[in-house]
């Protein structure tokens, strides 16, 4: 009786419910608009340079997927690269007999990863974070030895060979230089991004963050958090897929790294260099890890990660939230500072 009263509470608070302040929210703010313009920019400034930004924003979709799913709905992983093997080797086993359209390759490893997300999602609700981390891995290290057995269709150690990928719309070849690959890439990573930043924005997004902070209050107001969690990880799943789709369709080869554990602790690094919960800092935490690995590499190839090491402390120490958490404090430092000069501007015009 009391567990009908309080969902019929909830369908009524929700009735009510106004939606203007997540339109509100939803809306791009002028410093989004500049951000996008950089991909343009990039790929007039950084010509000599495209198949490196070209798996920046490979990276950056799957930096996303991972987010979404742990910055937001609160769910751990260390096995997410399992999503991303799936979707490359969907998308390059399709390519290699006969099926090499680079949008239904997308399409394809979408719906394999979520497929694959939505049977073990229930796994994960089943334990704690130290549970969904072992159930994770667990599940990555036996896609990964699959991988490793079945020769005949994944190649082994020796990767997947033979995938040819058709003209994007029948007209845009892949090049070695990389320019409709880069292109490429950077508009499934827009669209991607926009879809991802509309469903954050909405109720269902809002209600992720409120079953991270505290999922036994948002229980008790009658909102189904076993379903979110399972769609949430669904979705992560699928943005993963897309990722690795794109990683096979620009290199036509996949290799078994795809799936490895280093790929999913790579994953954790750049959401804490970039800051999690917070879209945006998905993508900047992947453009500082991988032109600091690009350039640290160059300098010191031996001893690259012992620089790379530094910068996440350094990082970690002055910027708990990452990238976009130092962000956010200097814009609040900038905003409380020119309020108070305006305040005394103010005071000082009153006082004449």
Wanted: proline share 2%; glycine share 10%; hydrophobic share 55%.
């Amino acid at each position: 009786m009391k567990k009908t009263i309080t969902a019929v509470a909830a369908q009524d608070a929700l009735a009510r419910f106004d939606l203007a302040p997540f339109r509100h929210a939803s809306r791009w703010h002028p410093a989004e608009y500049v951000f996008w313009l950089l991909p343009v920019l990039g790929y007039f400034a950084f010509s000599n340079n495209l198949l490196l930004m070209s798996q920046i924003a490979i990276t950056a979709l799957f930096a996303l997927s991972l987010d979404l799913i742990l910055g937001y709905a609160g769910i751990v992983s260390l096995g997410h690269a399992a999503f991303f093997g799936l979707g490359a080797y969907a998308a390059g086993l399709l390519a290699k007999y006969g099926w090499g359209d680079p949008l239904l390759g997308l399409a394809v490893a979408a719906l394999v990863a979520a497929l694959v997300g939505f049977g073990t999602s229930f796994l994960l609700l089943r334990g704690t974070d130290l549970t969904r981390l072992m159930v994770t891995l667990g599940v990555s290290l036996m896609l990964f030895e699959l991988a490793n057995k079945l020769t005949d269709f994944t190649g082994g150690v020796d990767g997947l060979q033979g995938v040819e990928m058709k003209p994007l719309l029948g007209l845009y070849s892949f090049d070695m230089v990389g320019r409709t690959a880069y292109l490429y890439c950077a508009a499934v990573l827009f669209i991607m991004f926009w879809l991802a930043r509309r469903i954050v924005h909405a109720p269902f997004g809002q209600s992720l963050r409120g079953i991270h902070q505290n999922g036994l209050r948002m229980a008790a107001l009658g909102v189904p958090v076993k379903s979110r969690l399972v769609l949430a990880y669904t979705v992560g799943a699928a943005y993963a897929g897309v990722a690795g789709a794109l990683l096979t369709q620009t290199n036509q080869f996949v290799s078994i790294d795809v799936l490895s554990f280093q790929r999913s602790a790579e994953l954790l690094l750049i959401l804490v260099l970039g800051g999690t919960g917070c879209l945006y800092g998905a993508l900047i935490g992947t453009i500082v890890f991988m032109v600091a690995r690009h350039l640290l590499s160059d300098i010191n190839p031996q001893y690259w990660q012992f620089w790379l090491g530094l910068l996440l402390v350094v990082i970690v120490l002055f910027a708990r939230d990452g990238v976009m958490g130092g962000l956010r404090r200097v814009g609040a430092w900038l905003v409380k500072k020119s309020q108070a000069l305006q305040n005394r501007t103010d005071s000082v015009r009153s006082a004449q």
